[in-house]
């Protein structure tokens, strides 16, 4: 595959797993996150195993004013795009007296990806090509009590890449929502996830790689969670609200 | 969380931390009293357990590598399987490699580890040219043999216990071709596997496997190998389009830990016999691939479970040249009396020790490692050979120890007072333990 993929948030486990992906397939990488002196490392290691070129940029998904100009002084426009930012966040915290929380929370998995999304929106419009990967969650496709300011956030971006897949089509961009369940990575780590339903970043990379061909509109990374969905969606309202969820 | 090294003896119940980023690293090292840094846990006892761990396995990218003149940069995490997958191609090998090829570039430096060219090129620590160690105070340090020599000979077999290698670099070796051409000589006893030890000093590889169930007048017999790179001439037609191959992957895996009782004397005595009758012929040769030349035992994923849940040591010592027959001998009659024989026996005949290393575990004469079941009676058994390598004037490897007694080992590393010394000189006592630094009274 002869493209260019820019990969926002690239410090994240996902990330570096999708960078790993497509490096192997001979993509030139456009890594992008806050701390970008944090990638020097992935960088060469990309570079000596692959020999593909990888560019850094920096990239703050909460400062949207920058966003323009990080997309037009990039060295080659993206063929494909990851977006890979996000934070879990502290439930806990953001649902008593601290809305900075629950604000940053909202900001750094929703309004940011609006923000970045719209500019890339329009310049994959007016090429008429394109892929976006969107990393949401299946957290947004019901509010539960442990996480739904995280969730509700996530939400509102499978809404927001659905709408944008609706306008994108007739421009043969693709959009696709990934929800990837259950992650083994730094973000999760420490929390008791069963292992069944538990996806490593490298099987996410995967199917993220794939999917630039086969082009799903949604997808899971493990089958199991389109059922584990359906079943967590479909549960009355009224036995919902009762559920320790 | 449970975590154990290799032989699965001993286990601990203390937090592993998996930092990604060096700020990270200097983080949870600040915020800890007691930490060791840990790599893939090929070692087999308690090196790197202990009450706080930092894994490296994160810190795993390869940072620069040169391919004209072999110099690489890596993060103290990469394996040196992926430095061979990167080298290989572009003929390059690691100029020292253990057993397997699953230890991190940071356990290689911690152990100094040693290979079947010890006699010849020495540890892995000789071809270090620069490191960065993260200290106990959370500052990084350059240092190489002409810089901090200090620091860098006392983290080259080290243990871990000067602070945390970050990253290093180091000189890979020169290679025509991926393939080993090797000799396999049998010897009927001890003297003749020694003289053929003598005998065999211009190759660059030499190793021996020795058959621990014979005695009496087979005492000591073995299978020497010796191998040599293979120049592209010396391929067979069908290899010579791909001379530098990587190897294909085919690998079996042991799922589960099988019954300890499995692993007996009466089937370590037919694995043993059959494995030196395998062939009829006395000597004989041939050309073979890098992979199940150096690293035979990684083809076999999980084979330490083979010993059982209860785990498994690896005694290995080394006697000095004029003691080494002696003492040799005197150590396999102890098994004979016990009755407890090992499979993955491997005899060395070592070259000269690196004396700046103090720590370092390889010095001249022979060098024997065997695995034993973990049981009372091998404990024992483990005693009294330790009574005979003291005797001897010998030592045993730390990489591999899992229950030595700290006035042996004091009394066996005649520079263990230099590197706490050094240890005391860049503060790293007061951060940096394993249990077995504990044990053997090195950090307490």
Not at chain 1, 18 to 41: D, E, H, M, N, T
Not at chain 1, 107 to 130: H, P
Not at chain 2, 15 to 40: H, K, M, Y
Request: charged residues 20%.
């Amino acid at each position: 595959m002869n493209s260019t993929i820019l990969i926002l948030g690239a410090t994240s486990d996902m990330a570096q797993a999708c960078a790993y992906r497509f490096a192997k397939a001979g993509c030139q990488l456009i890594l992008a996150s806050r701390k970008v002196s944090r990638l020097a490392p992935l960088q060469s290691d990309l570079e000596i195993k692959h020999q593909v070129k990888v560019h850094l940029a920096e990239f703050d998904a909460c400062a949207y004013i920058t966003h323009t100009q990080f997309y037009q002084s990039l060295p080659s426009k993206p063929d494909v795009v990851i977006l890979a930012f996000g934070i879990l966040g502290e439930q806990e915290i953001a649902q008593k007296d601290d809305f900075a929380e629950a604000h940053k929370i909202i900001d750094a998995n929703y309004t940011g990806a609006v923000s970045i999304l719209n500019i890339i929106a329009n310049d994959f419009e007016q090429r008429k090509s394109g892929t976006i990967l969107a990393l949401s969650s299946v957290a947004g496709d019901r509010g539960r009590q442990s996480n739904y300011i995280y969730g509700s956030a996530k939400a509102g971006l499978t809404a927001y890449l659905s709408g944008l897949r609706n306008r994108l089509s007739k421009a043969g961009v693709q959009v696709i929502t990934v929800k990837p369940g259950f992650v083994a990575t730094k973000m999760t780590e420490g929390l008791p996830l069963p292992k069944p339903l538990t996806a490593k970043p490298e099987q996410v990379a995967n199917s993220l790689f794939k999917a630039v061909k086969k082009k799903p509109n949604t997808m899971y990374v493990l089958p199991v969670w389109r059922y584990i969905m359906l079943i967590i969606r479909n549960i009355p309202e009224g036995i919902f609200k009762k559920l320790n969820l | 969380m449970k975590t154990t090294n290799w032989g699965n003896y001993p286990v601990t119940q203390t937090p592993t931390f998996n930092p990604s980023f060096e700020e990270d690293v200097i983080r949870i090292l600040q915020a800890s009293d007691s930490v060791i840094a840990r790599g893939n846990g090929r070692c087999y006892g308690d090196s790197s357990l202990g009450g706080k761990m930092i894994s490296t396995l994160n810190l795993n990218k390869i940072l620069a590598f040169d391919r004209q003149t072999g110099l690489i940069t890596c993060q103290a995490g990469v394996l040196l399987s992926d430095v061979i997958e990167v080298a290989v191609p572009y003929g390059f090998f690691l100029p020292v490699t253990p057993g397997t090829k699953f230890v991190t570039i940071g356990g290689a430096i911690a152990s100094d580890v040693h290979g079947k060219n010890h006699h010849s090129e020495g540890t892995f620590g000789q071809h270090v040219t620069e490191m960065e160690v993260l200290l106990a105070d959370g500052q990084i340090v350059t240092c190489s043999p002409s810089q901090h020599a200090d620091l860098f000979w006392t983290t080259c077999g080290g243990m871990g216990l000067t602070g945390i290698v970050l990253k290093a670099t180091f000189r890979l070796k020169k290679i025509e071709t991926a393939y080993i051409r090797q000799e396999q000589v049998k010897a009927r006893n001890l003297e003749e596997i020694m003289d053929l030890f003598a005998e065999s000093e211009s190759w660059t590889y030499t190793v021996s496997w020795l058959d621990t169930s014979a005695h009496g007048k087979d005492l000591g017999r073995s299978i020497m190998m010796r191998g040599e790179h293979a120049s592209l001439e010396e391929l067979p037609q069908k290899w010579k389009k791909n001379p530098l191959a990587l190897p294909k992957n085919k690998k079996l895996n042991i799922p589960f830990y099988f019954p300890s009782f499995l692993i007996n004397d009466l089937t370590l005595k037919i694995m043993n016999r059959g494995y030196y009758f395998k062939s009829p012929k006395k000597q004989w040769s041939g050309i073979t691939h890098y992979d199940p030349y150096y690293y035979p035992l990684d083809s076999i994923l999980n084979w330490n479970r083979v010993y059982g849940k209860n785990g498994f040591t690896q005694y290995q010592f080394v006697l000095p040249p004029e003691a080494s027959r002696e003492g040799l001998r005197k150590v396999l009659e102890r098994l004979e009396k016990y009755k407890q024989y090992s499979f993955v026996t491997v005899l060395k005949l070592f070259g000269k020790a690196y004396k700046e290393a103090v720590l370092s575990f390889p010095m001249e004469g022979y060098n024997l490692a065997m695995d034993f079941k973990i049981c009372p009676e091998v404990m024992k058994m483990l005693d009294e050979l330790d009574a005979i390598v003291a005797d001897y004037g010998g030592r045993l490897y730390l990489a591999k120890d899992a229950r030595m007694k700290a006035e042996f080992f004091h009394q066996s590393y005649a520079n263990s007072h230099l590197f706490r010394e050094t240890l005391d000189k860049w503060q790293a006592r007061c951060k940096f333990h394993s249990l077995q630094s504990d044990r053997l009274k090195i950090t307490v």
